[in-house]
């Protein structure tokens, strides 16, 4: 299994199970515990992972960190545990800072077994930043953010690799925040620094700041909406259907006329519920293909699945046209297509083995 469907299915049993967790110790053998054995660490052995390290700090003597996942003997990463859903800020890592700073490691993750925050000390040399470079939210993540994690993983984990990257997700990760503060609510130094070339020799007056800064939410919103429809554009092209043009015969007496309009053709519209079916099919054949080569073609009728963007490989059509009435196109080995009615994009799960199958049999080498 890849290390994303690993953590798909850790995400899902914590989704269902985390109402249930509610003391530290849970939270530990629920959560933490299968996340550090997905990054490929084995949590019962106490030479890769050892529970509750000691370390004495000063005058204080027997403090324990919770994990410390060692290398060589060596700790490299160490984990400060609270209770699910618990609070993450830096005034509840007293005991991560502490062993951070008398330990080897050059990784602290402070975590509550729902979001993982991970520290190094970027600032000062053997001194835990006060501010995380990356956050890991099991519930909520997406491929790039297990292209980070994976760094950490056991089989790739490699310390000047995750430094040299480190400084720059910090900064990146600060820099994105504060761009998502000013869509929502842009600061008055941004609207005077947009709107600098705009106003020329004007006074930026009150009334001006005020008709600017709606103007620049407003520029905001509509930007990200245009590089969405453009990337959905990209990925997920009208598909077409060449057909031979008619051949016509005049009568030669018969007057030439002139070519009637055409009227613009309904636009094609994918909706969410196609969407989150496309996703879903990815998510069943993924055992089989990568999930890119898996591509969606949305048309008037139906929206197709194909594999490796090819006509003559279609995975299953989408004919939810009739938000009513959901229909599920599945083909036999003959291409044929049979069509299943939905009572929701869920009941796709239904037909994951036919999925699986047509998929699987555009994979067998052809026949010589």
Not at 125 to 143: G, H, Y
Not at 283 to 311: E, F, G, H, T
Not at 331 to 342: M, T, V
Request: aromatic share 8%; net charge negative; charged share 25%.
């Amino acid at each position: 299994m890849d290390f994303i469907d690993q953590l798909r299915v850790l995400s899902t049993r914590i989704a269902n199970t985390k109402a249930l967790i509610q003391t530290e110790e849970a939270t530990k053998n629920a959560m933490v515990m299968p996340f550090i054995q997905a990054l490929g660490y084995n949590v019962f052995d106490p030479l890769e992972v050892t529970p509750e390290l000691v370390a004495d700090v000063g005058t204080k003597k027997g403090e324990k960190v919770d994990y410390a996942i060692l290398r060589a003997g060596k700790p490299i990463m160490l984990f400060e545990c609270k209770k699910a859903g618990g609070d993450l800020s830096i005034n509840h890592a007293g005991q991560l800072f502490r062993y951070f700073h008398v330990t080897e490691a050059r990784f602290g993750v402070l975590t509550n077994g729902l979001v993982y925050r991970f520290f190094t000390d970027l600032e000062q040399p053997n001194k835990m930043d006060e501010k995380p470079f990356f956050e890991f939210n099991i519930l909520d993540f997406n491929e790039r953010d297990v292209e980070e994690l994976k760094k950490f993983a056991k089989a790739a984990f490699d310390l000047e690799t995750i430094l040299t990257t480190a400084n720059e997700l910090k900064y990146t990760r600060a820099i994105q925040t504060r761009l998502a503060e000013w869509m929502i609510n842009p600061a008055e130094e941004f609207v005077r620094l947009v709107s600098s070339d705009l106003l020329g020799t004007r006074r930026f007056t009150p009334a001006i700041k005020d008709q600017f800064t709606l103007i620049t939410r407003r520029a905001f919103e509509q930007l990200l909406g245009e590089r969405i429809n453009d990337r959905l554009k990209g990925a997920m092209a009208p598909e077409t259907v060449s057909v031979p043009d008619p051949i016509v015969v005049a009568a030669p007496s018969a007057p030439v006329l002139p070519p009637a309009s055409i009227p613009d053709e309904p636009q094609v519209v994918t909706t969410p519920e196609e969407l989150e079916a496309f996703h879903t099919v990815r998510a069943l054949v993924r055992n089989l293909v990568p999930s890119k080569r898996v591509v969606m073609r949305d048309a008037q009728s139906y929206c197709a699945i194909l594999l490796d963007d090819n006509n003559r490989k279609p995975v299953c059509r989408l004919r939810f046209n009739n938000t009513q009435k959901l229909r599920l196109g599945l083909f036999s080995a003959d291409k044929s297509e049979e069509q299943f009615s939905l009572e929701s994009v869920d009941d796709i799960h239904n037909f994951a083995d036919q999925l699986r199958a047509t998929v699987a049999s555009y994979l067998q080498p052809a026949a010589s």
